[in-house]
């Protein structure tokens, strides 16, 4: 039986986790916040960016203030805190709102998504991205196995940061090499870690097909020292 996610990452008992790069960071917030409420936690989840508010199932907590954060915690139930909405989205409170959260409140665990990708997968930030509150212990930075093989241009998120990265054209096929580069790269994947965070890389959308291509990045990753650990979720579409 494959272990839960969150025992797959390798979370401690209290830990704000922000989710950073392309692919599935939605998936896997509410993943891991389901599963983390599930054995009883106190979980709040929420975004430094913006969400489509037709993704959220959760309570909602309109507010990050942490009385009222706390007032609307629930053991067994992930509550989702936003803080106000755009057309069609729901946003999200500051960084520091969310350290406050993390330091403050009752919640064993914080999880954030903190950086957006348009549905693409695998990006290079802007220089405004990502948006990681300082208190976090452990980062996810995520790619999609589906991106290799690919133009580079059809798949990425900024292209143009990517492609100065990755050292490939927009028409080129994005590699595992290359998509290991972005990952690792300080103005790629690695953009803005606080220091002590412990950085997770998660590789999803694993299929057959491209199972040799995900474990080929898998292993350029777990060469490099300031990577703890690699997790690879397999694709859930039909």
Known sequence: MTPALHEQIGLGGRELVAIVGAGGKSTILFTLGRELAAA?????????????????????CWSADTRDV?????????????????????????????DRLFEASAADHVIVEADGARSMSIKAPADHEP??????????????????????????????????????????????????RVLLHPGGGMKSIPEGARVVMVVTRVTPANEEAADRVAVLLRDDPSVDRVVLIASTRR
């Open 70 to 98: 706390d007032a609307a915690l629930e053991p067994g139930e992930p509550l989702f805190v936003v803080t106000g909405r755009a057309p069609g989205k729901v946003t999200g409170p500051s960084i520091e709102a969310v």
């Open 40 to 60: 009883g936690g106190r979980i709040v989840l929420t975004t430094t960016t913006m969400m489509a508010d037709d993704q959220v199932d959760e309570p909602i």
């Open 131 to 180: 948006a990681i509150p300082n208190a976090a212990t452990t980062v996810l930075v995520v790619m999609a196995a589906d991106a290799v093989g690919r133009p580079m241009g059809e798949v990425a998120h900024r292209p143009e940061r990517v492609a100065a990265i990755s050292g490939l054209a927009a028409h080129d096929p994005m590699t595992a090499d290359a998509a290991a």
